[in-house]
């Protein structure tokens, strides 16, 4: 039986974060474990009229990353380039079988291909590229929170399946009292905290 849940989460995904437009090219970058997901998101992007661009990921897969030299891990492939320059938005969807599991790889390596994929995902940091990255519920990072796979699923769905347009409005009036004061105390046991907000301005969006 399907987690009516999964098709909440989707929704939020496609609608409230990315809000996809007709004729828009989505690329969807997840682990083979976020498949329920991922089918979710592809069909509520074909409703709206767009094309799913399913990417296993985008940084290459881990033996590859192991095995290439270094040369080939400054350089990103002219296809995956061509992707992320053209594509309207991006949803990433980590779910790791092992989230330990690029350990195995030097921080060199992992500079070096951060480094290479730093350009390409500019769109990202400007916001150019529409983008929003998400959790699948897995066992691994139900172990990393010391809890049962079912718990961490309530746990996540509880977090982020909500009524954003609700929370948006609920936040707003936090957000005004920021905004109009010119500093915040943080009190609480054993803490006491001044930080100036003098010339800092936020929105909600």
């Given at each position: 039986?399907?987690?009516?849940?999964?098709?909440?989460?989707?929704?939020?995904?496609?609608?409230?974060?990315?809000?996809?437009?007709?004729?828009?090219?989505?690329?969807?970058?997840?682990?083979?474990?976020?498949?329920?997901?991922?089918?979710?998101?592809?069909?509520?992007?074909?409703?709206?009229?767009?094309?799913?661009?399913?990417?296993?990921?985008?940084?290459?897969?881990?033996p590859?990353?192991?095995?290439?030299?270094?040369?080939?891990?400054?350089?990103?492939?002219?296809?995956?380039?061509?992707?992320?320059?053209?594509?309207?938005?991006?949803?990433?969807?980590?779910?790791?079988?092992?989230?330990?599991?690029?350990?195995?790889?030097?921080?060199?390596?992992?500079?070096?291909?951060?480094?290479?994929?730093?350009?390409?995902m500019?769109?990202?940091?400007?916001?150019?590229?529409?983008?929003?990255?998400?959790?699948?519920?897995?066992?691994?990072?139900?172990?990393?929170?010391?809890?049962?796979?079912?718990?961490?699923?309530?746990?996540?769905?509880?977090?982020?399946?909500?009524?954003?347009?609700?929370?948006?409005?609920?936040?707003?009036?936090?957000?005004?009292?920021?905004?109009?004061?010119?500093?915040?105390?943080?009190?609480?046991?054993?803490?006491?905290?001044?930080?100036?907000l003098?010339?800092?301005?936020?929105?909600?969006d």
């Amino acid at each position: 039986m399907r987690d009516p849940r999964l098709e909440q989460y989707a929704g939020i995904l496609v609608d409230t974060c990315i809000g996809v437009q007709p004729g828009w090219q989505v690329l969807v970058s997840a682990a083979p474990l976020a498949r329920p997901l991922v089918d979710e998101v592809s069909r509520l992007l074909g409703e709206r009229g767009a094309h799913a661009l399913i990417r296993q990921n985008l940084t290459g897969s881990l033996p590859w990353a192991l095995a290439a030299p270094e040369e080939l891990l400054k350089t990103i492939p002219s296809i995956d380039l061509h992707s992320l320059e053209n594509a309207d938005a991006l949803i990433s969807i980590d779910a790791p079988e092992n989230t330990r599991e690029r350990s195995a790889l030097s921080t060199e390596r992992v500079r070096l291909r951060q480094a290479a994929l730093r350009p390409a995902m500019e769109r990202l940091f400007t916001g150019d590229l529409r983008w929003v990255g998400c959790l699948y519920p897995t066992p691994a990072l139900a172990q990393d929170a010391g809890m049962s796979t079912r718990a961490f699923e309530d746990f996540l769905y509880g977090a982020c399946v909500l009524d954003w347009d609700a929370e948006r409005e609920r936040m707003s009036r936090y957000s005004e009292r920021f905004v109009s004061a010119d500093e915040v105390r943080i009190v609480g046991a054993e803490t006491d905290l001044t930080l100036s907000l003098t010339g800092r301005t936020g929105e909600v969006d």
